[in-house]
Protein backbone atom coordinates (compact mmCIF):
# COMPACT_ATOMS: atom_id res chain seq x y z
CA UNK A 1 0.00 0.00 0.00
CA UNK A 2 1.43 3.50 -1.26
CA UNK A 3 1.76 5.57 2.31
CA UNK A 4 -0.39 8.91 1.73
CA UNK A 5 1.37 12.04 3.42
CA UNK A 6 -1.33 14.39 4.83
CA UNK A 7 -0.19 17.23 2.90
CA UNK A 8 1.05 18.16 -0.25
CA UNK A 9 2.90 20.99 -2.70
CA UNK A 10 0.00 22.60 -5.11
CA UNK A 11 0.15 25.79 -7.18
CA UNK A 12 -2.73 28.40 -5.75
CA UNK A 13 -4.15 31.21 -7.26
CA UNK A 14 -3.08 34.06 -5.18
CA UNK A 15 -5.20 37.30 -4.26
CA UNK A 16 -3.38 39.63 -6.87
CA UNK A 17 -4.12 37.13 -9.29
CA UNK A 18 -0.65 35.83 -9.63
CA UNK A 19 0.56 32.12 -9.43
CA UNK A 20 2.70 30.68 -6.11
CA UNK A 21 3.17 27.22 -4.64
CA UNK A 22 1.80 26.79 -1.62
CA UNK A 23 1.05 23.78 0.95
CA UNK A 24 -2.26 22.57 1.10
CA UNK A 25 -4.01 19.07 2.19
CA UNK A 26 -4.23 15.98 -0.13
CA UNK A 27 -7.61 15.04 -0.47
CA UNK A 28 -8.99 11.99 0.14
CA UNK A 29 -11.25 10.01 -2.65
CA UNK A 30 -14.65 10.22 -2.20
CA UNK A 31 -17.35 7.88 -4.12
CA UNK A 32 -16.65 7.94 -7.72
CA UNK A 33 -13.16 9.25 -7.42
CA UNK A 34 -9.32 8.29 -7.36
CA UNK A 35 -6.16 9.53 -6.21
CA UNK A 36 -3.22 10.16 -7.91
CA UNK A 37 0.48 10.42 -7.44
CA UNK A 38 1.39 13.16 -10.44
CA UNK A 39 4.20 12.59 -11.94
CA UNK A 40 3.25 15.10 -15.08
CA UNK A 41 1.64 18.09 -15.99
CA UNK A 42 0.50 20.23 -18.89
CA UNK A 43 0.51 23.92 -19.37
CA UNK A 44 -2.42 25.45 -21.18
CA UNK A 45 -3.91 29.24 -21.68
CA UNK A 46 -6.68 28.46 -19.54
CA UNK A 47 -4.35 28.59 -16.61
CA UNK A 48 -4.14 31.99 -17.85
CA UNK A 49 -7.50 33.00 -18.73
CA UNK A 50 -8.91 31.62 -15.69
CA UNK A 51 -7.71 34.34 -13.47
CA UNK A 52 -9.92 37.27 -15.66
CA UNK A 53 -13.30 35.38 -14.84
CA UNK A 54 -14.87 37.04 -11.32
CA UNK A 55 -16.02 34.19 -10.67
CA UNK A 56 -12.06 32.20 -10.04
CA UNK A 57 -11.36 33.17 -6.48
CA UNK A 58 -7.84 33.25 -4.91
CA UNK A 59 -6.76 30.39 -2.50
CA UNK A 60 -8.03 27.95 -5.51
CA UNK A 61 -5.79 25.17 -7.02
CA UNK A 62 -4.92 25.62 -10.92
CA UNK A 63 -3.96 23.08 -13.71
CA UNK A 64 -6.46 20.80 -15.86
CA UNK A 65 -3.69 18.45 -17.10
CA UNK A 66 -2.00 16.00 -15.55
CA UNK A 67 -0.23 12.05 -15.92
CA UNK A 68 0.24 9.78 -13.28
CA UNK A 69 -0.14 6.62 -10.82
CA UNK A 70 -3.59 5.74 -9.25
CA UNK A 71 -2.73 5.14 -5.55
CA UNK A 72 -6.11 4.98 -4.17
CA UNK A 73 -9.92 4.64 -5.30
CA UNK A 74 -12.73 5.79 -3.71
CA UNK A 75 -16.30 3.91 -2.75
CA UNK A 76 -19.20 3.58 -4.76
CA UNK A 77 -19.63 2.58 -8.70
CA UNK A 78 -16.79 3.77 -11.43
CA UNK A 79 -17.89 4.02 -14.82
CA UNK A 80 -14.39 3.36 -15.29
CA UNK A 81 -12.20 0.14 -14.77
CA UNK A 82 -9.57 1.68 -12.51
CA UNK A 83 -6.93 -0.42 -10.28
CA UNK A 84 -4.10 0.73 -7.97
CA UNK A 85 -1.17 1.08 -9.98
CA UNK A 86 -2.59 2.15 -13.24
CA UNK A 87 -0.86 4.66 -15.50
CA UNK A 88 -3.43 7.12 -16.60
CA UNK A 89 -3.74 10.84 -17.80
CA UNK A 90 -6.69 13.37 -17.31
CA UNK A 91 -8.11 16.64 -17.49
CA UNK A 92 -9.77 18.44 -14.49
CA UNK A 93 -11.74 21.82 -15.18
CA UNK A 94 -8.68 23.45 -12.92
CA UNK A 95 -9.67 26.75 -11.16
CA UNK A 96 -13.41 26.44 -11.75
CA UNK A 97 -13.66 23.77 -9.11
CA UNK A 98 -11.62 23.90 -6.22
CA UNK A 99 -11.70 19.85 -5.36
CA UNK A 100 -10.01 18.58 -9.02
CA UNK A 101 -7.25 20.72 -9.96
CA UNK A 102 -4.12 19.36 -11.60
CA UNK A 103 -0.98 21.08 -10.78
CA UNK A 104 0.07 19.36 -7.30
CA UNK A 105 1.59 16.37 -6.01
CA UNK A 106 -2.13 14.56 -5.38
CA UNK A 107 -5.21 15.10 -7.09
CA UNK A 108 -8.46 13.81 -7.08
CA UNK A 109 -10.44 13.32 -9.76
CA UNK A 110 -13.52 11.37 -10.87
CA UNK A 111 -12.57 8.12 -12.05
CA UNK A 112 -14.28 8.79 -15.74
CA UNK A 113 -12.99 9.97 -18.17
CA UNK A 114 -9.39 8.20 -17.99
CA UNK A 115 -6.78 7.74 -20.76
CA UNK A 116 -4.56 4.34 -20.02
CA UNK A 117 -1.63 5.41 -21.15
CA UNK A 118 -0.30 2.58 -22.84
CA UNK A 119 3.87 1.40 -22.16
CA UNK A 120 5.12 3.65 -25.17
CA UNK A 121 4.11 6.83 -24.33
CA UNK A 122 5.94 8.69 -20.86
CA UNK A 123 4.04 10.08 -18.59
CA UNK A 124 5.15 13.48 -19.85
CA UNK A 125 3.61 12.63 -23.54
CA UNK A 126 0.84 11.82 -22.26
CA UNK A 127 -0.10 14.97 -20.03
CA UNK A 128 0.10 16.87 -22.85
CA UNK A 129 -3.42 14.65 -24.45
CA UNK A 130 -6.40 14.81 -21.81
CA UNK A 131 -7.46 18.61 -22.56
CA UNK A 132 -6.72 19.19 -26.15
CA UNK A 133 -7.38 15.96 -27.85
CA UNK A 134 -10.69 15.69 -25.60
CA UNK A 135 -11.52 19.42 -27.08
CA UNK A 136 -10.65 18.13 -30.23
CA UNK A 137 -12.84 15.33 -30.31
CA UNK A 138 -16.04 17.19 -28.54
CA UNK A 139 -15.54 20.01 -31.44
CA UNK A 140 -15.54 17.24 -34.57
CA UNK A 141 -18.33 15.63 -32.85
CA UNK A 142 -20.54 18.37 -33.37
CA UNK A 143 -19.00 18.88 -37.02
CA UNK A 144 -19.86 15.28 -38.14
CA UNK A 145 -20.41 12.05 -36.02
CA UNK A 146 -17.21 11.60 -34.98
CA UNK A 147 -15.38 9.45 -34.49
CA UNK A 148 -17.40 7.66 -37.72
CA UNK A 149 -15.67 8.14 -40.73
CA UNK A 150 -16.88 11.75 -42.50
CA UNK A 151 -18.81 11.77 -45.46
CA UNK A 152 -16.84 11.07 -48.97
CA UNK A 153 -15.19 14.01 -50.18
CA UNK A 154 -15.74 16.17 -47.00
CA UNK A 155 -12.78 19.20 -46.21
CA UNK A 156 -11.90 20.37 -43.29
CA UNK A 157 -10.00 23.67 -42.38
CA UNK A 158 -7.94 23.62 -38.77
CA UNK A 159 -7.02 27.60 -37.91
CA UNK A 160 -3.89 27.18 -35.94
CA UNK A 161 -2.60 23.71 -36.74
CA UNK A 162 0.44 24.09 -35.10
CA UNK A 163 -1.62 25.08 -31.27
CA UNK A 164 -1.73 22.55 -29.02
CA UNK A 165 -5.28 21.85 -30.04
CA UNK A 166 -4.84 22.18 -34.12
CA UNK A 167 -2.17 19.67 -34.00
CA UNK A 168 -5.13 16.91 -32.50
CA UNK A 169 -7.57 18.37 -34.43
CA UNK A 170 -5.52 17.49 -37.96
CA UNK A 171 -4.73 13.78 -37.03
CA UNK A 172 -8.09 12.99 -35.25
CA UNK A 173 -9.62 15.04 -38.68
CA UNK A 174 -7.71 13.02 -41.06
CA UNK A 175 -8.25 9.57 -39.41
CA UNK A 176 -12.02 10.17 -40.47
CA UNK A 177 -10.90 10.65 -43.71
CA UNK A 178 -11.24 14.64 -44.01
CA UNK A 179 -9.41 16.54 -46.37
CA UNK A 180 -7.35 19.07 -44.22
CA UNK A 181 -6.16 22.27 -44.65
CA UNK A 182 -4.40 24.31 -41.63
CA UNK A 183 -2.71 27.97 -41.13
CA UNK A 184 0.10 28.20 -39.48
CA UNK A 185 3.68 30.38 -39.69
CA UNK A 186 6.02 29.24 -42.44
CA UNK A 187 7.99 28.28 -39.74
CA UNK A 188 5.64 25.74 -37.83
CA UNK A 189 4.47 24.41 -41.63
CA UNK A 190 6.48 20.99 -41.75
CA UNK A 191 5.31 20.27 -37.96
CA UNK A 192 1.67 20.80 -39.17
CA UNK A 193 2.34 18.77 -42.35
CA UNK A 194 3.75 16.14 -40.26
CA UNK A 195 0.48 15.77 -38.26
CA UNK A 196 -1.23 15.36 -41.34
CA UNK A 197 -2.55 18.23 -42.92
CA UNK A 198 -2.75 18.42 -47.14
CA UNK A 199 -1.79 22.06 -47.22
CA UNK A 200 -0.66 24.91 -44.95
CA UNK A 201 -1.41 28.37 -45.46
CA UNK A 202 0.56 31.32 -43.43
CA UNK A 203 -2.19 32.83 -41.52
CA UNK A 204 -0.03 36.65 -42.06
CA UNK A 205 -1.09 36.28 -45.70
CA UNK A 206 -3.10 38.93 -47.12
CA UNK A 207 -5.22 36.99 -49.55
CA UNK A 208 -5.36 33.91 -47.34
CA UNK A 209 -9.26 33.25 -47.75
CA UNK A 210 -8.69 33.01 -51.85
CA UNK A 211 -5.44 30.93 -50.48
CA UNK A 212 -7.50 28.54 -48.94
CA UNK A 213 -9.97 28.44 -51.20
CA UNK A 214 -7.98 27.39 -54.13
CA UNK A 215 -5.98 24.45 -51.70
CA UNK A 216 -9.46 22.82 -51.15
CA UNK A 217 -11.02 19.69 -53.48
CA UNK A 218 -11.98 21.11 -56.70
CA UNK A 219 -10.80 25.03 -55.61
CA UNK A 220 -14.73 25.44 -54.00
CA UNK A 221 -13.81 25.98 -50.35
CA UNK A 222 -14.46 23.76 -47.03
CA UNK A 223 -17.13 21.79 -45.74
CA UNK A 224 -16.13 22.40 -41.79
CA UNK A 225 -14.06 24.81 -39.66
CA UNK A 226 -11.88 24.12 -36.38
CA UNK A 227 -10.78 27.49 -35.41
CA UNK A 228 -8.54 26.53 -32.38
CA UNK A 229 -7.27 30.02 -32.00
CA UNK A 230 -10.97 32.17 -32.08
CA UNK A 231 -9.40 35.46 -31.28
CA UNK A 232 -9.23 38.96 -33.05
CA UNK A 233 -11.45 37.73 -35.70
CA UNK A 234 -9.88 34.78 -36.80
CA UNK A 235 -13.57 33.10 -37.16
CA UNK A 236 -14.45 35.73 -39.09
CA UNK A 237 -11.89 35.36 -41.65
CA UNK A 238 -12.42 31.50 -41.52
CA UNK A 239 -16.12 31.72 -42.44
CA UNK A 240 -15.31 32.95 -45.82
CA UNK A 241 -13.63 30.30 -46.77
CA UNK A 242 -16.99 28.23 -47.29
CA UNK A 243 -17.82 26.18 -49.90
CA UNK A 244 -21.35 27.48 -51.17
CA UNK A 245 -23.51 24.36 -51.34
CA UNK A 246 -21.37 22.74 -48.16
CA UNK A 247 -22.34 21.89 -44.22
CA UNK A 248 -20.72 25.07 -43.54
CA UNK A 249 -20.25 24.10 -40.10
CA UNK A 250 -17.99 25.78 -37.73
CA UNK A 251 -16.26 24.85 -34.19
CA UNK A 252 -14.46 27.70 -31.79
CA UNK A 253 -13.53 27.48 -28.29
CA UNK A 254 -13.52 30.90 -27.03
CA UNK A 255 -16.90 32.87 -27.25
CA UNK A 256 -17.36 35.22 -29.79
CA UNK A 257 -19.29 37.88 -30.96
CA UNK A 258 -22.48 38.48 -32.84
CA UNK A 259 -20.82 40.50 -35.45
CA UNK A 260 -18.24 37.97 -36.48
CA UNK A 261 -20.74 35.18 -37.31
CA UNK A 262 -22.16 34.94 -40.84
CA UNK A 263 -25.99 33.68 -41.18
CA UNK A 264 -25.29 31.58 -43.34
CA UNK A 265 -22.75 29.21 -41.24
CA UNK A 266 -23.67 26.63 -38.09
CA UNK A 267 -21.72 27.59 -35.02
CA UNK A 268 -20.58 25.61 -32.60
CA UNK A 269 -18.68 26.61 -29.17
CA UNK A 270 -17.12 23.69 -27.18
CA UNK A 271 -16.41 23.65 -23.45
CA UNK A 272 -14.39 20.83 -22.58
CA UNK A 273 -16.27 20.47 -19.51
CA UNK A 274 -19.41 18.74 -21.33
CA UNK A 275 -17.18 15.46 -21.50
CA UNK A 276 -17.01 15.52 -17.35
CA UNK A 277 -20.86 14.32 -16.91
CA UNK A 278 -21.95 17.68 -14.91
CA UNK A 279 -23.41 20.91 -15.72
CA UNK A 280 -21.03 23.78 -16.41
CA UNK A 281 -20.36 27.86 -16.58
CA UNK A 282 -18.07 29.40 -18.67
CA UNK A 283 -18.45 33.08 -19.40
CA UNK A 284 -22.08 33.68 -18.48
CA UNK A 285 -22.92 30.72 -20.93
CA UNK A 286 -24.63 27.68 -19.49
CA UNK A 287 -23.37 24.28 -20.86
CA UNK A 288 -26.25 21.41 -19.57
CA UNK A 289 -25.06 18.17 -18.58
CA UNK A 290 -25.03 15.79 -21.84
CA UNK A 291 -25.15 11.96 -21.47
CA UNK A 292 -23.79 11.36 -25.19
CA UNK A 293 -20.66 13.95 -24.39
CA UNK A 294 -19.98 11.99 -21.53
CA UNK A 295 -20.33 8.82 -23.31
CA UNK A 296 -18.15 9.80 -25.93
CA UNK A 297 -15.72 10.79 -23.65
CA UNK A 298 -15.24 7.38 -22.10
CA UNK A 299 -15.39 5.83 -25.85
CA UNK A 300 -12.55 8.14 -26.74
CA UNK A 301 -10.02 7.88 -24.46
CA UNK A 302 -10.26 4.39 -25.28
CA UNK A 303 -10.01 5.08 -28.99
CA UNK A 304 -6.83 7.16 -27.99
CA UNK A 305 -5.18 4.60 -26.14
CA UNK A 306 -5.45 1.88 -28.98
CA UNK A 307 -4.34 4.61 -31.47
CA UNK A 308 -1.54 5.41 -29.21
CA UNK A 309 -0.27 1.54 -29.16
CA UNK A 310 -0.34 1.39 -32.87
CA UNK A 311 1.49 4.69 -34.13
CA UNK A 312 -1.76 6.09 -35.66
CA UNK A 313 -2.24 9.03 -33.47
CA UNK A 314 0.65 10.68 -31.15
CA UNK A 315 1.48 13.51 -28.60
CA UNK A 316 2.40 16.91 -28.95
CA UNK A 317 5.59 17.22 -29.56
CA UNK A 318 6.57 18.49 -26.03
CA UNK A 319 8.98 21.01 -23.74
CA UNK A 320 9.79 19.45 -20.25
CA UNK A 321 10.69 23.21 -17.85
CA UNK A 322 12.79 22.83 -15.04
CA UNK A 323 11.50 23.83 -11.42
CA UNK A 324 8.59 21.10 -11.30
CA UNK A 325 5.73 22.94 -9.46
CA UNK A 326 7.73 25.84 -8.47
CA UNK A 327 8.69 26.00 -12.44
CA UNK A 328 4.70 27.06 -13.34
CA UNK A 329 4.44 30.36 -12.37
CA UNK A 330 7.16 31.46 -14.64
CA UNK A 331 6.21 28.70 -17.15
CA UNK A 332 2.61 30.45 -17.29
CA UNK A 333 4.44 34.39 -17.83
CA UNK A 334 6.75 32.39 -20.77
CA UNK A 335 3.38 31.62 -22.39
CA UNK A 336 1.92 35.16 -21.69
CA UNK A 337 5.45 36.30 -23.13
CA UNK A 338 4.30 34.80 -26.70
CA UNK A 339 7.24 32.48 -26.42
CA UNK A 340 5.26 28.88 -26.93
CA UNK A 341 5.06 27.73 -30.81
CA UNK A 342 4.43 24.46 -32.03
CA UNK A 343 5.08 22.58 -28.50
CA UNK A 344 3.37 22.04 -25.53
CA UNK A 345 5.03 22.63 -22.16
CA UNK A 346 5.24 19.95 -19.35
CA UNK A 347 6.56 19.86 -16.08
CA UNK A 348 7.95 16.79 -13.98
CA UNK A 349 6.03 17.13 -10.58
CA UNK A 350 8.87 14.93 -8.88
CA UNK A 351 11.30 17.72 -10.05
CA UNK A 352 9.82 20.14 -7.17
CA UNK A 353 11.67 20.53 -4.14
Not at 54 to 82: F, M, N, Q, R, Y
Not at 248 to 277: C, Q, T, W
Request: glycine residues 10%; charged residues 20%; negative net charge.
Amino acid sequence: MVDIPISQLAVIIQEDRSFAVDTVPVIKPGPGEILVKVHAIAQNPSEWRAVTYPSVKSGTGTGCDLSGEVIAIGDGKHDTDVAVGDRIAAFVQGSFTPRYTAFREYAVIPSTPLLKIPQNISYEEAASIPLTACTAVLGLARLFNFPDIAPLGRSILVWGGSSSLGQYAIQLARLANLYVIATASPKNFDLVKSFGADAVIDYRSPDIVSKIIQASPRGEGVDYVFDSISENDTIGVASKTFRKDGPRKAVVVLPISSEAMDNNVEYHFVFIAALLGADAWLGGIYFPNNYQDYELGKAFYGLISEWLKEGKFKPNPIRVRPGGLRGVPEGIQFMLDGKVSGTKLVYRVSETN
